[in-house]
């Protein structure tokens, strides 16, 4: 019995290590990619051995953040799904709900190429493409979206612009809340620059 009640907080204190290196990692591999494993441990206040014991290598610890990027992103999907809105307000909408955890996860494309491969990071953006997609099918029906370029073309150059925003945002050169991608993200997708602002700021003000 003694034994079995000692285990339960050495496994609550291993929960909390791993999710204390985690948290850590995000927020310095955004300031520093080349960040070393030592450097996290001591920033996250673990000894070594303690972060080996969670994740043995540089590629384990990105492999578990790219994991926790893809669950969040999966979930903030699934929450927006189903709404039959207008195309362009559910466009903003869904650029909005998506850009905190862009701005959460976005040392993980500074890291992709290098660290994650090309495949990985399409694997955890595929749920969002879909979205995205079924949307803009929508708004071209409609024709609230141009259709010269199919929405499946479309949505993945939508990402692609995204993307290249965060990666200004991570190198400091644009500051956003995710207002003004999420206005540029209507205008590529053919709404005007006067109405996309005003859905952008009708979503942003429904919270």
Same mark, same amino acid.
């Given at each position: 019995?003694?034994?079995?009640?000692?285990?339960?907080?050495?496994?609550?204190?291993?929960?909390?290590?791993?999710?204390?290196?985690?948290?850590?990692?995000?927020?310095?591999?955004?300031?520093?990619?080349?960040?070393?494993?030592?450097?996290?441990?001591? %920033?996250?206040?673990?000894?070594?051995?303690?972060?080996?014991?969670?994740?043995?290598?540089?590629?384990?610890?990105?492999?578990?953040?790219?994991?926790? %990027?893809?669950?969040?992103?999966?979930?903030?999907?699934?929450?927006?799904?189903?709404?039959?809105?207008?195309?362009?307000?559910?466009?903003?909408?869904?650029?909005?709900?998506?850009?905190?955890?862009?701005?959460?996860? !976005?040392?993980?494309?500074?890291?992709?190429?290098?660290?994650?491969?090309?495949?990985?990071?399409?694997?955890?953006?595929?749920?969002?493409?879909?979205?995205?997609?079924?949307?803009?099918?929508?708004?071209? !029906?409609?024709?609230?979206?141009?259709?010269?370029?199919?929405?499946?073309?479309?949505?993945?150059?939508?990402?692609?612009?995204?993307?290249?925003?965060?990666?200004?945002?991570?190198?400091?050169?644009?500051?956003?809340?995710?207002?003004?991608?999420?206005?540029?993200?209507?205008?590529?997708?053919?709404?005007?620059?006067?109405?996309?602002?005003?859905?952008?700021?009708?979503?942003?003000?429904?919270?």
């Amino acid at each position: 019995m003694s034994q079995s009640v000692g285990r339960v907080p050495q496994r609550r204190n291993a929960r909390s290590n791993r999710a204390r290196i985690l948290a850590t990692a995000r927020q310095e591999f955004g300031r520093n990619p080349d960040v070393t494993l030592e450097e996290l441990a001591r %920033a996250a206040g673990v000894v070594r051995r303690t972060l080996f014991g969670h994740f043995p290598g540089r590629a384990a610890l990105l492999d578990a953040l790219a994991e926790e %990027a893809a669950e969040a992103l999966q979930a903030a999907v699934a929450a927006d799904a189903g709404t039959d809105e207008p195309a362009e307000l559910a466009l903003a909408r869904f650029s909005l709900s998506l850009w905190p955890l862009g701005d959460r996860y !976005r040392m993980l494309l500074a890291l992709a190429r290098r660290d994650l491969g090309a495949e990985r990071v399409a694997g955890i953006l595929a749920p969002a493409r879909i979205r995205v997609t079924v949307v803009l099918e929508r708004g071209q !029906r409609d024709g609230v979206f141009h259709s010269h370029l199919p929405a499946a073309v479309l949505s993945a150059g939508l990402e692609a612009m995204t993307v290249a925003l965060l990666e200004e945002v991570n190198s400091g050169a644009l500051e956003d809340d995710g207002t003004r991608v999420a206005v540029t993200t209507l205008i590529a997708a053919g709404v005007p620059e006067g109405r996309a602002r005003a859905v952008v700021d009708e979503v942003a003000a429904d919270g």
